[in-house]
């Protein structure tokens, strides 16, 4: 009678319960995105209610962001307000309906990064912000033609994002593939048509 072999088990099949095990910028990401309660020095506190007693928003918001803990909490209840805006995006008709919803083929010939960009800065004008900011030194940030630029950017890091959350939402994603599709078939045919074949030379 045959015995069955015992299979081996995967390097990884230990590890799938545990997957910061192999992949410690996992663990890292996870420490970012939780919530943690924390209780501020004294010197912080008084720090704080001295910017509050100027009323000015803008101490105000140095005070908050020169106090980790108090800056980790503020971008806590950000992004946890953030989180929950994507669930107000699944209509797929009428006035309120993405505009990365529109999967059909006149959705995807009708492709405006204007009016992706510009959902995107009324949904999430805190990322759009931060974004810029990032993509932009400070000098350029209110250059109408230096933020033209980046419209297409913006926008397809907008449609990677909300299509990770909704599948559903998948108009830059759809619009990519047609292109890809596109560019590689007239690769294609341009690398057939320039076929050096040495029998063809002329003598």
Known sequence: METKKKRRPSKWQNKSDN????DPVVKKLA???SSKINVISDQE???LFTAISTRSSYMIAKAITRIPFVKDA??????????ARPEK????????????????FD?????????????????????????VSVML?????????????????????YGIMLQHRNPELSRIQR?????????????????????????????
């Open 19 to 22: 997957i910061t095990d192999y």
């Open 45 to 47: 506190a008084t720090r």
């Open 137 to 157: 030194p400070p000098g350029k940030r209110d250059d109408p033609k230096a933020i033209h630029s980046l419209l297409p950017k913006l926008g397809l890091t």
């Open 74 to 83: 503020v971008l806590i209840n950000i992004t946890s307000d953030i989180g």
């Open 107 to 131: 959705g995807l010939k009708t492709l405006k990064w204007t009016r992706v960009v510009d959902e995107m800065s009324c949904y999430y004008p805190e990322i759009l912000r931060f974004i």
């Open 175 to 203: 619009c990519n593939s047609m292109m890809l599709s596109s560019y590689i078939c007239d690769q294609k045919v341009n690398l057939d048509t320039n076929f050096y074949n040495p029998r063809h030379q002329r003598v």
């Open 31 to 33: 420490d970012i995105t």
């Open 89 to 104: 995006q699944r209509k797929r008709s009428g006035p309120l309906a993405s505009e990365l919803i529109k999967t059909d």
